[in-house]
Structures are given as structure tokens and as C-alpha cells.
């Protein structure tokens, strides 16, 4: 079956503009996540979705960051005013009850 | 808070020789573990895990065994193919459902024909 798809697959945009990453997780997992892989930090966790509720935002770095989930499915990860440290691979991860979470292909982005 | 610690890469072994990664953590209440496997080019994939103490995680000839008297749960494989170089992270989950992943810093493996 589909696994977790992750769109754009790369993304190079300019400091200071605005990006959308989107997630489509495997169909009928009702827990999303969100997670940051970069060389300096390893991955970190950002945000977790059970539903359409985001009941964990903890992880989120700043304000600039924000994220949305509709139809208990397909979320988006919107990052404002981008700046370089927010350069790394953004992975998206779906599961249904219990342990053991699904990984996404991720979305490079480059903010030059 | 919670961490996780794995041995410091990079790992080079030969085809078929014996593998141990260690991985450490910290952690309150009653988490559950997990390895993760990054192949070159690909995604992270769940390669095995433990949710309670003295549970034996297995996949692909790998293993992992949760130790809560020694905080660990340290991979390994008796013969290691050229197939099985990737970045294997540890991780831990914790919260309810223990949704919230910790990841240590990743092992990169090479093993060599």
C-alpha cells in the first residue's frame, strides 16, 4: 500500500519568504507528526496531531512555525519569514494507536 | 528530560562479521524503544522495537533486547551483509501512546565485501 508522501520533495526559497510543506500520511493512521533532520541537531521532534487537534506543539522552535491538519489526513507545515537556520530535511511521520510511527521520504529545504 | 545516547560513528566492518551498536537513554515513566534504519537516498524506516522491559525487538537478523536495569537496548547482528550499511538511529517514544520520539544522534554503518 502508499506509504507516507511528502511534497515538494526539494525546496530552495529565499530568506525571508514564506514555504508550505505538505504531508499526505497513510490513509486511515490518525496520529501525524512532524520532524526536523538537520546535521547540527539530529532530528527533532516539532508537532504531533492526533486527529485534527495538535494536542503536542512543544517541539515548534518559534513563532514562525505553524502547522495544520484537515480531514484528519493531509497536514501542512508553514514556515513564515524563513531564515537559513531553518535549512534541513522536514520528515513527516503517520501511525494509528499504539507505537511505532511511519516516515515520509521528507522535504529538503534550502533558504539561501 | 528524555535523551538518548548511541555510539559515535562511523562503524566499518567486514561482510559477516558480528554487530553492536549501543544506545543508552534517559527517560521517565515507562517509554518505549525503537531502532530506526536510514538507507543511502531513502526515507527512515522502523527496523525493530521493544515496549516494555526484557522485551526482545527482532527484524532482518537484527536485535534489540530493553533493559530498564541498565538503560539500553543495544542492536545487534551475528553476520552483517553489505546491504545493511544505512545510519541507524535509537529512539525512544514517550507520552500517551508514546507518540513523542527522541532520537539519538544516528550510527553510520559501512560494511565492506
Known amino acids: 500500500g502508499a506509504g507516507v508522501s511528502q511534497s515538494p520533495s526539494n525546496k530552495v526559497t529565499e530568506k525571508g519568504k514564506d514555504v508550505e510543506l505538505r504531508c499526505d500520511p497513510i490513509s486511515g493512521h490518525t496520529a501525524l507528526y512532524w520532524y526536523r533532520q538537520s546535521l547540527g541537531q539530529g532530528l527533532e521532534f516539532l508537532i504531533y496531531?492526533?486527529?485534527?487537534?495538535?494536542?503536542?506543539k512543544s517541539g515548534l522552535p518559534s513563532d514562525r512555525f505553524s502547522a495544520e491538519r484537515t480531514g484528519g489526513s493531509v497536514s501542512t507545515l508553514t514556515i513564515q519569514r524563513t531564515q537559513q537556520e531553518d535549512s534541513a530535511v522536514y520528515l513527516c511521520?503517520?501511525?494509528?494507536?499504539?507505537?511505532?510511527?511511519?516516515f515520509g521520504p521528507g522535504t529538503r529545504l534550502t533558504v539561501t | 528530560g528524555n535523551s538518548v545516547t548511541q555510539m559515535e560513528g562511523p562503524v566499518t566492518l567486514s561482510e559477516e562479521a558480528f554487530l553492536t551498536i549501543n544506545c543508552t537513554y534517559t527517560?521517565?515513566?515507562?517509554?518505549?524503544l525503537f531502532w530506526y534504519v536510514q538507507y543511502p537516498g531513502e526515507g527512515l524506516q522502523l527496523l525493530l522495537k521493544a515496549t516494555k522491559a526484557d522485551d526482545k525487538g527482532s527484524n532482518k537478523g537484527f536485535e534489540a533486547t530493553y533493559r530498564k536495569e541498565t538503560t539500553s537496548f543495544h542492536l545487534e547482528k551475528g553476520s552483517v551483509q553489505v546491504s545493511d550499511s544505512a545510519v541507524y538511529f535509537c529512539a525512544l517514544g514517550s507520552g500517551g501512546s508514546n507518540y513523542k520520539l527522541t532520537f539519538g544522534k544516528g550510527t553510520l554503518l559501512t560494511v565492506n565485501p
Open positions: 511521520a503517520s501511525s494509528l494507536d499504539g507505537p511505532g510511527q511511519y
Open positions: 496531531f492526533q486527529g485534527n487537534s495538535a494536542p503536542d
Open positions: 527517560a521517565t515513566g515507562y517509554p518505549s
